[in-house]
């Protein structure tokens, strides 16, 4: 797990009432269209201008909970954040009691799964509507901890009046995103609550540390899960007879037979038993096993694919489309990644590290970084990508599905790549 960009909302040794009543200042100013007395930080200004864009009512109350019991226990049983709740409770509820904070966990559409902690801090979530089942994405309620980091994709500590709706302002959140180590996909936020006097630098670091701590216990179930399809692909391949791997369902490799060793293999989203073009073999014929899939190369010369469509019109499923004489399939990107190849997509002739590393970062010396990644890319998209420089192979057709709003799009680089 990379590095996370942690900003506290509270200035280091600032009053907090003091900050609050600036904060209030600030925030009247913007809606008035009036003169700011100060800047806002860059996360927040950036939401208050999503919400002034979708009309968002800054004296609206938040919606009635949207989903039934019944539709939340389904919800939540297909999160995938179970499995994390026991680590997530371990590490943050406690504590949540004792300062008086919620504890709450929302899926990757921001709908409410879980809430617990301090009860009097609970019956005020009641009186706003911040309760199970409720959905708290920014177009729904505006600027907060949950919505904006679903947005931007990192953890957010949100206090006072940085919130856009104006009820919000009793409140201070801090919250941070959690994915499946398995395929990197968003599961949910999680976050931790209270009111504004309770605010706290440090608060955005323990929700990141715990939620990174539930991670890492979702890797360690993966690779155990791993290691017993491992023992079950050993004997299969033996009795194959013929270059094959074995893989799970999210293309993780648990043993292989004659062919280049691979940590990953891209699968494309609902794969089917058949003929499938894969970048890392070429065309291969699938057959399902119990945990995962047994891949072999198919006997004729492997096409490559003549067209890439690049969609990044979601800031939250960016996906990459290939398609050739084998068929089409599909793949889930994760944001760096997408970022990546949307570079690459606008410079065809290619790119160094160090180009890279100056579109990606605004600095030419994380080359390290760079090759990394691109490293990983390569071992998913071998067919597709070339190197030295990286690029997109020339006989390939690459399109780009842009957002309307570069705004709405990726955190990080490639709003500002799209606009240039």
């Not at 970062?361 to 190197?387: N, Y």
Request: charged share 20%; glycine share 10%; with cysteine.
């Amino acid at each position: 797990m990379g590095q996370r960009d942690l900003e506290a909302a509270l200035p280091a040794g600032a009053d907090p009432r003091r900050h609050a009543r600036v904060l209030s200042q600030v925030h009247e100013a913007a809606l008035a269209g009036k003169a700011l007395p100060s800047r806002p930080r860059a996360v927040i200004g950036a939401s208050w201008q999503r919400m002034r864009r979708l009309g968002v009512d800054p004296d609206g109350r938040a919606p009635a909970p949207v989903l039934t019991a019944g539709q939340l226990e389904t919800r939540r049983r297909a999160s995938g954040l179970a499995e994390a709740l026991p680590t997530l409770r371990g590490g943050l509820l406690t504590l949540a009691e004792q300062a008086a904070h919620i504890m709450v966990i929302v899926d990757a559409v921001g709908t409410v799964l879980w809430r617990d902690g301090s009860a009097a801090v609970r019956r005020h979530a009641d009186a706003l509507g911040f309760v199970e089942g409720a959905d708290w994405q920014e177009e729904s309620v505006g600027t907060n901890a949950i919505g904006t980091a679903l947005v931007a994709r990192r953890p957010v500590q949100v206090y006072s009046a940085e919130h856009y709706v104006r009820a919000q302002h009793s409140w201070t959140c801090a919250a941070a995103p959690l994915h499946d180590p398995r395929d990197g996909k968003l599961l949910g936020i999680v976050d931790l609550s209270g009111p504004a006097s309770t605010v706290h630098a440090t608060t955005l670091a323990l929700v990141d540390a715990v939620t990174r701590l539930a991670q890492a216990q979702l890797r360690t179930t993966h690779l155990t899960e791993l290691e017993r399809l491992r023992g079950f692909a050993v004997p299969v391949l033996g009795k194959v007879g013929g270059p094959a791997v074995v893989a799970d369902e999210h293309g993780w490799v648990a043993a292989a037979a004659g062919l280049a060793p691979v940590d990953r293999i891209a699968l494309p989203a609902g794969l089917k038993p058949g003929r499938v073009w894969l970048p890392a073999y070429g065309n291969c014929v699938v057959e399902p096993v119990p945990g995962g899939w047994l891949i072999r190369p198919a006997d004729d010369e492997a096409a490559p694919p003549t067209r890439v469509v690049l969609d990044v019109r979601s800031p939250r499923e960016p996906e990459l489309t290939v398609a050739g004489a084998a068929g089409t399939w599909t793949h889930r990107l994760s944001p760096r990644h997408a970022e990546m190849l949307y570079v690459l997509a606008s410079h065809r002739d290619g790119r160094s590290a160090s180009e890279l590393s100056a579109d990606l970062f605004g600095d030419a010396g994380r080359t390290v970084t760079v090759r990394a990644e691109m490293s990983r890319l390569r071992r998913h998209f071998g067919g597709i990508l070339g190197a030295k420089p990286y690029r997109f192979a020339d006989d390939v057709e690459v399109l780009v599905q842009r957002p309307p709003s570069p705004e709405a799009v990726l955190p990080h680089s490639l709003a500002p790549a799209i606009r240039g």
